[in-house]
């Protein structure tokens, strides 16, 4: 397994408008019994009962030294507490309306040398973009061919669903000309698939479709069918 990353558009710099970014394709988090099983293989003759046991422990003389006061150090991690808030005179003591305690912690040498050895993978960004790719037009009964005004049409693909309370949400037709016209008219809605009433004044020409959704990332993104439409 691999870290794997995709590229995004970087806002963040307005020197380059063309520069990226890297954003990591999210995975389910291992958990405490993922650890204790990985323990357990490598380590023959533990039970996961013992294994358990003396993490329980662990974890708990932690906890202890913490509310003590005290700083722990390991070899991968450093964790101490600390206080957040303003006090207004040298006699003012702790109060917990106006003070809270916090803890800190910071990778160690052991743990930062780890990311110098993860392993990475690069994947194609639009497996995390909308995807639509194929449409039936349900009057000339043609697959990503032909587009009839006022018809409907089922679009078809990938992550599809999108909030249909966002206005920059949507499924949008767009011509050769690369004008935008929103669908507004949605009969059914999932992941896989869009029905959907095209508008009656459309003109004539090349259009292609376009899906804008923010279901499966932070920021709304665009996804366009590859496939040319024709109307008229």
Same mark, same amino acid.
Do not use: W
């Given at each position: 397994?691999?870290?794997?990353?995709?590229?995004?558009?970087?806002?963040?710099?307005?020197?380059?408008?063309?520069?990226l970014?890297?954003?990591?394709?999210?995975?389910?988090?291992?958990a405490?019994?993922?650890l204790?099983?990985?323990?357990?293989?490598?380590c023959?003759?533990?039970t996961?009962?013992q294994?358990?046991?003396?993490?329980?422990?662990y974890y708990? !003389?932690?906890?202890?030294?913490?509310?003590?006061?005290?700083?722990?150090?390991?070899?991968?991690?450093?964790?101490?507490?600390?206080?957040?808030?303003?006090?207004?005179?040298? #006699?003012?003591n702790? #109060?917990?309306?106006?003070h809270?305690?916090?803890?800190?912690?910071?990778?160690?040498?052991?743990?930062?040398?780890?990311?110098?050895?993860i392993?990475?993978?690069?994947?194609?960004?639009?497996?995390?973009?909308?995807?639509?790719q194929?449409? !039936?037009?349900?009057?000339?009964?043609t697959?990503?061919?032909q587009?009839t005004?006022?018809?409907?049409?089922?679009?078809t693909?990938?992550k599809?669903?999108?909030?249909q309370e966002?206005?920059?949400?949507?499924?949008?037709?767009v011509?050769?000309?690369g004008?935008e016209?929103?669908?507004?008219?949605i009969?059914?809605?999932?992941?896989?698939?869009?029905?959907?009433i095209l508008?009656t004044?459309?003109?004539?020409?090349?259009?292609?479709?376009r899906?804008?959704?923010?279901?499966n990332?932070k920021?709304?993104k665009a996804?366009?069918?590859k496939?040319?439409?024709?109307?008229?």
């Amino acid at each position: 397994m691999a870290l794997a990353f995709y590229l995004v558009d970087n806002p963040l710099t307005k020197d380059d408008p063309d520069d990226l970014r890297a954003e990591t394709v999210k995975r389910k988090p291992k958990a405490h019994t993922d650890l204790i099983k990985m323990v357990m293989f490598r380590c023959a003759g533990l039970t996961e009962s013992q294994i358990h046991s003396v993490l329980k422990e662990y974890y708990a !003389v932690i906890e202890l030294f913490l509310e003590e006061g005290e700083r722990v150090e390991t070899q991968h991690y450093s964790i101490k507490s600390s206080i957040k808030g303003v006090f207004n005179s040298d #006699d003012e003591n702790f #109060d917990p309306e106006k003070h809270r305690t916090r803890i800190l912690l910071r990778p160690n040498s052991a743990l930062k040398s780890v990311a110098k050895r993860i392993k990475v993978e690069k994947v194609d960004a639009q497996d995390n973009y909308p995807l639509p790719q194929n449409c !039936v037009d349900n009057k000339s009964k043609t697959k990503s061919k032909q587009l009839t005004p006022g018809g409907g049409v089922k679009v078809t693909g990938k992550k599809l669903k999108f909030n249909q309370e966002d206005s920059a949400q949507g499924l949008f037709l767009v011509d050769q000309n690369g004008k935008e016209t929103k669908i507004t008219q949605i009969i059914d809605l999932s992941p896989s698939r869009i029905v959907c009433i095209l508008p009656t004044g459309l003109k004539a020409g090349t259009y292609t479709f376009r899906v804008k959704s923010d279901m499966n990332t932070k920021q709304v993104k665009a996804g366009d069918m590859k496939k040319k439409l024709t109307i008229g």
